[in-house]
């Protein structure tokens, strides 16, 4: 049984380049459905349901059991089998993570072999606009499409493959590994499109729909100017997004006194998610944020998140995102040894661009809170 073929395993052609695993990767491994025996292998490691496989799922391991050994050993074209299948097996997961940049702006996504193009709408100026009508009576608002490329960056993960684990039939080892590729690329991507924004943002001087503290007055400032360019969907993370539990009340005046109440539904919310859902109609969203457990925070007492914790966004949902993120469809793999560990070292990378369009900035509303930094 082979595996190195994604939509075709019968095709393997034992010569230098189909062994050499860039090659293999990029031309074979992003594209079409996973091969019915890699889908298997994907959902052993992950834990899912393989049930409706029956005697299928114990063939296909005791293949990866023969390959794992045979890698062991020192088998080229067994080492280029397993790296092929791991990163299909990361390649699905991966993808499904890849859709909270969907929160942040325009996701275009391209072919393996193509350009980091994107498309959008210029708008012209009034004074570009004013010289069609007689006399500057009255404006014609124009808009015209713009194509650009963005410049390719790489979010990249690692992992060291265990044969001799492997060999055995043991997949958790690989599990945990490839749950912390999928978290390191997901959030070097999510923190070079958040910071790309933030930075565009803060280096304008006017038109903008910016903030200082996440207080009542500057949340609702914040989404009202947003919300007229469309639904609002307000982001960030946890200890941003949390602030928003305690602006969700009502004030009830009295003769003696104003108090805070909230309302049944927003109470039950935060008691079951700890957080609201809505806020004033907007919708509120938790950006994933982990640990990274290979840095420390500011004060050094724990570890520091991939994400900033300052940030709360209001971002209009449709084609005035100011934010175009732009991701190359796959991911490539390469397979050494190292001479340090002794180990296989595989890395895995994910091609992305982004770039923010000035004119559609004030769109966007951010506020930053400098007492939530870690």
Not at 69 to 74: C, L, N, P, T
Not at 118 to 147: C, D, H, N
Not at 212 to 218: D, E, K, P, S, V
Not at 238 to 265: C, M, Q, W, Y
Request: glycine share 6%.
């Amino acid at each position: 049984m082979s595996f190195t073929y994604v939509n075709d395993f019968s095709n393997m052609k034992e010569d230098a380049s189909q062994v050499e695993l860039n090659s293999l990767v990029k031309n074979k491994v992003h594209n079409g459905k996973p091969n019915e025996n890699v889908e298997i292998f994907s959902k052993v490691v992950w834990g899912k349901d393989t049930s409706k496989y029956g005697k299928k799922v114990d063939s296909v391991m005791d293949s990866i059991k023969t390959l794992a050994s045979a890698a062991k050993e020192g088998n080229v074209q067994a080492k280029a089998e397993i790296n092929s299948i791991t990163t299909v097996t990361l390649q699905q997961p991966l993808v499904q993570r890849l859709q909270v940049n969907n929160m942040l702006g325009n996701v275009t996504n391209v072919g393996m072999d193509e350009e980091l193009r994107y498309q959008y709408y210029q708008i012209q100026g009034s004074e570009l606009s004013r010289i069609q009508a007689t006399s500057g009576s009255f404006t014609f608002p124009t808009v015209k499409k713009r194509t650009a490329i963005a410049e390719t960056k790489t979010a990249t993960g690692g992992l060291m493959i265990d044969y001799r684990e492997l060999a055995s039939g043991a997949t958790d080892g690989m599990a945990m590994a490839g749950e912390q590729v999928l978290t390191d690329i997901t959030n070097q991507m999510v923190y070079s499109n958040i910071n790309t924004l933030r930075t565009a943002i803060q280096s304008v001087s006017t038109l903008k729909n910016y903030a200082a503290g996440i207080t009542a007055t500057n949340v609702d400032l914040a989404r009202k100017k947003a919300r007229r360019f469309g639904n609002v969907t307000i982001s960030g993370d946890i200890d941003a997004v949390e602030k928003l539990n305690d602006l969700s009340g009502f004030s009830i005046h009295s003769a003696t006194a104003t108090e805070v109440r909230f309302p049944e539904a927003v109470m039950e919310e935060i008691l079951a998610t700890g957080l609201v859902k809505n806020y004033k109609g907007s919708v509120v969203v938790e950006l994933p944020n982990a640990y990274n457990l290979t840095q420390l925070n500011t004060a050094g007492d724990f570890y520091k998140p991939y994400l900033p914790t300052t940030d709360l966004w209001f971002i209009p949902q449709g084609i005035l995102t100011p934010l175009q993120i732009v991701i190359r469809s796959g991911i490539t793999s390469m397979t050494q040894t190292d001479i340090n560990t002794r180990t296989e070292v595989t890395r895995f990378d994910c091609e992305y661009g982004n770039k923010v369009l000035p004119e559609y900035i004030p769109f966007v509303g951010y506020i930053y809170d400098d007492s939530l930094a870690e």
